[in-house]
């Protein structure tokens, strides 16, 4: 008998800054840690959603895409405001930047840029590019 399982992800997103946190360099290995008001926000707009497939946006990024999607307002355990996207209003651009930036990459530099990004990747991470998989 096969088990199917069904998962589903709640996005949240925060708006603001951030900093970026390096820790390692030892046995050519590091990583790097997100901190900041973006990060807070996007983690409690994430706690706003009730089940998956559910984006929350935070008031300052509402502020920032409200043009381009309708929403319900939806109140946290705080008393802050957050905005459920339930659909689109117009047409935005789809493809993903990272497939365009790579587009851009000039293949001589390809193999120098990822040996120096190595030492960023999650070692769960490395068999799957070692294999070409992405």
């Given amino acids: 008998m096969t088990t199917v399982t069904n998962l589903s992800v709640k996005i949240g997103i925060g708006f603001g800054e951030c900093a970026l946190l390096y820790v390692g ?7 790097f840690f997100t901190v900041g008001d973006a ?10 959603a009730e089940c998956g497939g559910q984006i929350i946006v935070s008031q300052s990024a509402w502020l920032l895409v409200r043009d381009y999607f309708k929403s319900v307002e939806v109140i946290n355990n ?34 120098r840029i990822q040996g120096k990004l190595r030492s960023c990747v999650p070692a769960a991470i490395m068999p799957y590019l070692e294999i070409g998989y992405e």
């Avoid at 360099?25 to 990583?31: A, L």
């Avoid at 990060?39 to 706003?48: I, P, R, V, Y």
């Avoid at 659909?87 to 790579?102: E, K, P, Y």
Wanted: aromatic fraction near 8%.
């Fill in 39 to 48: 990060l807070t926000q996007a983690l409690k707009s994430e706690e706003c």
């Fill in 25 to 31: 360099g030892i046995f050519n290995r590091s990583e």
């Fill in 78 to 111: 705080h008393g802050k405001p957050f905005y459920r996207i339930t659909s689109l209003i117009q047409g935005i651009r789809t493809r993903a930047d990272a497939v365009l930036m790579r587009n851009l990459i000039d293949p001589d530099n390809y193999t």
